[in-house]
């Protein structure tokens, strides 16, 4: 069973399971298959074009990923995202062009989960490092002194010996206790091993990481932590997301899949949304004007072609409509829905528990739970995994009994309930109009189809096998399928897994103007603070409202944790603010507020010169560059004006309340 792939001077290297093999979980075995072409110092992909069953995935794309580079890969579902990891790696033929890579780069990509095998986490990953566990090997038998000499000093120039903690690290991070670092991977479900796989890529550190959708298998803090760490890492990565703020805070650089080409912008996704919808707009715009110059050069023609007097201006005119290159109009994409239906108001509160206790068998997880639910609260689960927010979603949702105390709900309250697993259990030899068939029998299948097509489901996908569908599909099925019923709360557990951007902005959308509760559990930090008005935190066996707000959450998960023979320092005594100190404040504030209004200024005016068409025309390229250059510079300036403008603020309310 492969976990990587690793490319090493011109052969591909696949690790795959051997279980017979004591020594090593996987087997490097060398492929005769040549790398597709070598680059001097950096990723370059020249002119290629992959078909497929007849069907053209990327044509004539060309793009260079400069070394050391963090880039996220996007485009919409099904554009050839995943193929064109593949295409790098080498796994696919051409149909033309070359991917060039830097000669003896090692590429590392997540393919599929950790054996269940009886290895340890800590010495699955430390095995992802062949080179040092061979030299570790030969280190144990090698008898010559020369040879030995040399074995330690190279496993000195790679820093062996510090290999176990950096593996560990790597582990906890995403997720895995000291303990549970020394269990078997046996011990863990496939979603578990497949966080294992993503800490032994990261642990070998290939020159090339490719990473596709990586955080659909973790939770909120390894998400977090992943994002952390890819500012960090040391080589080149480029990344396949769906994930918003992973591509605001973890990338440089948007690779954008479509239309079957390649675009890259520099910056992160919010820069590139803003780019290409400028771009959108002035092609827009262009392909406008040339369409009424066309008519114009048209109407001359057709109306004097016939006078000899005006035949040779006439004959001009054809021969510049021949001329003309067409300009085209972006088309835009089916937008994307979700229409969730409307549930009657219900007296609040639709749920409430006194004294609530709850676990499996004899142990209890979560204790005191003193929680009331009404049907306009918006309210996010936060908490480190294992820590019972699935215990409580399966309380709330009456998937799981109070073992103690009270929980009383609505005698009319239905209950909407989606969590990741409900996609896999959904029947792949029936179509997804059979599904609602089998819920909604009474209705006809036009309005069944009616509701599928509002959840983004076609004709074709609606008589499509759901074996066939995409990942992204089926889980708006099952979303659909949580919705039937027009709950008075919705529970959604990882909703956003599959669904590629535009999908989870129509998310959002749908969840804001829809008139029931929800609770939210979701890695995506995006939704959660769009969505949300209310943060719950499950730690150490109760559920407490959580005070401060998302950014402060995640720097308290990005904080290391204090040692335990530490004590925490006293708060000191707040002071209350002086005349004067108000004062100063107050002129930092509008000073603060003066800097955001002339930086907008300046980016207004940054932002009407590009979009001026004639920057665009052909040998403006470098000038074009240095505007968007600027404008770059002018967001980031904003973006940390503003931060402090906001700091003025909250020190100004804080003293005026003191």
Request: proline share 4%; aromatic share 6%; glycine share 6%.
């Given at each position: 069973?492969?976990?990587?792939?690793?490319?090493?001077a011109?052969?591909?290297?696949n690790f795959?399971a051997r279980?017979?093999?004591?020594?090593?979980?996987w087997?490097?075995?060398i492929?005769?298959?040549?790398?597709?072409?070598?680059?001097d110092d950096?990723l370059?992909?020249?002119?290629?074009?992959?078909?497929?069953?007849?069907?053209?995935?990327?044509?004539?794309a060309?793009?260079?990923?400069p070394?050391?580079?963090?880039v996220g890969?996007?485009?919409?579902n099904?554009?050839?995202?995943?193929?064109l990891?593949?295409?790098?790696?080498?796994?696919?033929?051409l149909?033309?062009?070359v991917?060039?890579?830097?000669?003896g780069?090692?590429?590392?990509?997540?393919?599929?989960?950790v054996?269940?095998?009886?290895?340890?986490?800590?010495?699955?990953?430390?095995?992802?490092?062949?080179?040092?566990?061979?030299?570790?090997?030969?280190?144990?038998?090698?008898?010559?002194?020369?040879?030995?000499?040399?074995?330690?000093?190279?496993?000195?120039?790679?820093?062996?010996?510090?290999?176990?903690?950096?593996?560990?690290s790597?582990?906890?991070?995403?997720?895995?206790t000291?303990?549970?670092?020394?269990?078997?991977c046996?011990?863990?479900?496939?979603?578990?091993?497949?966080?294992?796989?993503?800490a032994a890529?990261?642990?070998?550190?290939?020159?090339?990481?490719?990473?596709?959708?990586?955080?659909?298998?973790?939770?909120?803090?390894?998400?977090?932590w992943l994002?952390?760490?890819?500012v960090?890492?040391?080589?080149?990565?480029?990344?396949?997301s769906?994930d918003?703020e992973?591509?605001?805070?973890s990338?440089?650089?948007i690779?954008?899949?479509?239309?079957?080409?390649?675009?890259?912008?520099t910056?992160?996704?919010?820069?590139?949304?803003?780019?290409?919808?400028?771009?959108?707009a002035?092609m827009a715009?262009?392909?406008?004007?040339?369409?009424a110059k066309?008519?114009?050069?048209?109407?001359?023609v057709?109306?004097?072609?016939?006078?000899?007097?005006?035949?040779?201006?006439?004959?001009?005119?054809?021969?510049?409509?021949?001329?003309?290159?067409?300009?085209r109009a972006?088309?835009?994409?089916a937008?994307?829905?979700?229409t969730?239906p409307k549930?009657?108001?219900?007296?609040p509160?639709?749920?409430?528990t006194?004294?609530?206790?709850v676990?499996?068998?004899?142990?209890?997880?979560?204790?005191?739970?003193?929680?009331?639910?009404?049907?306009?609260?918006?309210?996010?689960?936060l908490?480190?995994?294992?820590?019972?927010?699935?215990?409580?979603?399966?309380?709330?949702s009456?998937?799981l009994a109070?073992?103690?105390?009270?929980?009383i709900t609505?005698?009319k309250?239905?209950?909407g309930?989606?969590?990741?697993?409900?996609?896999?259990?959904?029947?792949?030899?029936e179509?997804?109009?059979d599904?609602?068939?089998?819920?909604?029998?009474?209705?006809?299948?036009?309005?069944?189809r009616?509701?599928?097509?509002?959840?983004?489901?076609?004709a074709d996908?609606?008589?499509?096998?759901?074996?066939?569908?995409s990942?992204g599909?089926?889980?708006?099925?099952?979303?659909?399928?949580?919705?039937?019923?027009?709950?008075?709360?919705?529970?959604?557990?990882?909703p956003?897994?599959?669904?590629?951007?535009e999908?989870?902005?129509a998310?959002v959308?749908?969840?804001?103007?829809?008139?029931?509760a929800?609770?939210?559990?979701?890695?995506?930090m995006?939704?959660?603070?769009?969505?949300?008005?209310?943060l719950?935190?499950?730690?150490?066996?109760?559920?407490?409202p959580?005070?401060?707000?998302?950014?402060?959450?995640?720097?308290?998960?990005l904080?290391p944790d204090?040692?335990?023979s530490?004590?925490?320092?006293?708060?000191?005594k707040?002071?209350?603010?002086?005349?004067e100190?108000?004062?100063?404040l107050?002129?930092?504030?509008?000073?603060?507020?003066e800097r955001?209004?002339?930086i907008?200024?300046?980016r207004?005016?940054?932002?009407?010169?590009?979009a001026?068409?004639?920057?665009y025309e052909?040998?403006?390229?470098?000038?074009?560059?240095?505007?968007?250059?600027?404008?770059?510079?002018?967001?980031?300036?904003l973006?940390?004006a503003?931060?402090?403008?906001?700091?003025?603020?909250?020190?100004?309310?804080?003293?005026?309340?003191?």
């Amino acid at each position: 069973m492969g976990l990587f792939f690793l490319v090493f001077a011109g052969t591909r290297v696949n690790f795959c399971a051997r279980p017979n093999m004591q020594h090593f979980p996987w087997k490097a075995v060398i492929d005769a298959a040549p790398v597709i072409g070598h680059g001097d110092d950096m990723l370059k992909i020249s002119d290629i074009t992959y078909s497929i069953a007849g069907r053209t995935l990327v044509e004539n794309a060309s793009v260079t990923i400069p070394t050391g580079h963090k880039v996220g890969l996007v485009g919409r579902n099904g554009s050839g995202k995943t193929t064109l990891f593949k295409i790098i790696r080498g796994e696919m033929v051409l149909d033309t062009g070359v991917v060039n890579i830097p000669q003896g780069w090692k590429i590392g990509g997540v393919s599929q989960e950790v054996p269940g095998n009886e290895v340890s986490l800590i010495n699955t990953v430390l095995r992802a490092d062949t080179e040092r566990e061979a030299l570790l090997a030969e280190a144990e038998t090698a008898t010559d002194p020369n040879r030995i000499a040399e074995v330690q000093t190279r496993l000195s120039d790679i820093d062996a010996w510090s290999a176990e903690a950096r593996a560990a690290s790597i582990l906890k991070g995403l997720g895995f206790t000291h303990e549970e670092q020394l269990q078997p991977c046996s011990a863990f479900s496939g979603g578990w091993r497949m966080r294992v796989a993503l800490a032994a890529v990261l642990f070998s550190e290939p020159d090339l990481l490719l990473l596709d959708e990586p955080t659909n298998y973790l939770d909120l803090e390894g998400a977090l932590w992943l994002e952390a760490y890819l500012v960090k890492y040391p080589h080149t990565v480029l990344i396949v997301s769906h994930d918003r703020e992973l591509l605001n805070r973890s990338v440089g650089g948007i690779l954008h899949l479509e239309d079957k080409g390649l675009i890259y912008y520099t910056g992160t996704y919010d820069m590139f949304a803003k780019q290409r919808a400028q771009k959108r707009a002035l092609m827009a715009s262009a392909a406008k004007k040339q369409d009424a110059k066309r008519e114009h050069l048209q109407a001359f023609v057709d109306r004097f072609k016939a006078k000899a007097s005006k035949a040779k201006q006439a004959q001009s005119r054809v021969k510049a409509l021949e001329k003309m290159e067409t300009i085209r109009a972006p088309e835009d994409a089916a937008r994307t829905v979700f229409t969730f239906p409307k549930p009657e108001e219900l007296s609040p509160p639709i749920i409430a528990t006194e004294g609530a206790a709850v676990g499996y068998d004899e142990t209890i997880i979560l204790r005191d739970l003193n929680l009331r639910i009404d049907q306009d609260d918006r309210i996010a689960l936060l908490g480190r995994n294992g820590e019972g927010k699935s215990t409580l979603s399966k309380m709330l949702s009456d998937r799981l009994a109070v073992a103690h105390g009270k929980m009383i709900t609505s005698n009319k309250l239905r209950i909407g309930f989606f969590a990741q697993h409900q996609v896999d259990e959904l029947y792949v030899d029936e179509t997804p109009l059979d599904h609602l068939i089998r819920e909604r029998a009474h209705e006809g299948q036009a309005k069944l189809r009616a509701r599928l097509a509002g959840f983004g489901l076609g004709a074709d996908q609606a008589d499509t096998e759901v074996g066939r569908l995409s990942g992204g599909q089926k889980a708006r099925l099952s979303l659909l399928l949580a919705t039937l019923p027009a709950p008075h709360l919705l529970i959604l557990d990882e909703p956003t897994n599959h669904l590629d951007i535009e999908s989870r902005e129509a998310l959002v959308e749908a969840l804001t103007a829809y008139t029931g509760a929800v609770i939210l559990v979701s890695h995506d930090m995006h939704l959660l603070s769009m969505v949300a008005d209310r943060l719950w935190l499950v730690k150490d066996g109760h559920v407490t409202p959580y005070e401060d707000d998302l950014l402060a959450y995640r720097k308290m998960l990005l904080t290391p944790d204090r040692p335990k023979s530490e004590k925490p320092k006293p708060a000191p005594k707040v002071q209350k603010a002086t005349r004067e100190q108000i004062t100063a404040l107050r002129s930092e504030v509008k000073k603060g507020e003066e800097r955001v209004n002339k930086i907008n200024a300046m980016r207004d005016k940054l932002a009407k010169k590009l979009a001026d068409p004639v920057l665009y025309e052909d040998g403006k390229a470098g000038e074009l560059a240095t505007w968007n250059a600027k404008y770059a510079e002018v967001m980031t300036a904003l973006e940390r004006a503003e931060a402090i403008w906001m700091q003025s603020l909250e020190k100004l309310e804080k003293a005026q309340k003191s």
